[in-house]
């Protein structure tokens, strides 16, 4: 089993910054890829960006050159820089691991960003 926490979010003005993480512990040998996916009210979940243990990244086209995900391999943590935030970045982001093919989530962060 793979725990997955998060923290950061919170209420920023538009075009400001937040940096969110995502700690992860119990069995995390082997978790590839990590990332964080976003989901607005009313609005179906979406992939925000994800990161190998290789580094190798994937981002949405609605946050590229915005944010810039990076991951701590021997601390398991993952991380999500969110600079230049739009009202529309309104959301609560999780965390999600994969491990032998079975994913996990965190129970998710609320990032408001007012305009």
């Known amino acids: 089993q793979v725990q997955l926490v998060e923290s950061g979010g919170g209420l920023v003005q538009a075009g400001g910054s937040l940096r969110l993480s995502c700690a992860a512990s119990g069995s995390t040998v082997s978790i590839n890829p990590m990332g964080w996916y976003r989901q607005a009210p009313g609005k179906q979940r979406e992939l925000v960006a994800t990161?190998?243990?290789?580094?190798?990244?994937i981002y949405a086209d609605s946050v590229k050159g915005r944010f810039t995900i990076s991951r701590d391999n021997a601390k398991n943590t993952v991380y999500l820089q969110m600079n230049s935030l739009k009202p529309e970045d309104t959301a609560v982001y999780y965390c999600?691991?994969?491990?032998?093919?079975?994913?996990?989530w965190g129970k998710g962060t609320l990032v408001t960003v007012s305009s």
């Open positions: 990161i190998t243990s290789g580094g190798v990244t």
């Open positions: 999600r691991a994969r491990r032998y093919a079975m994913d996990y």
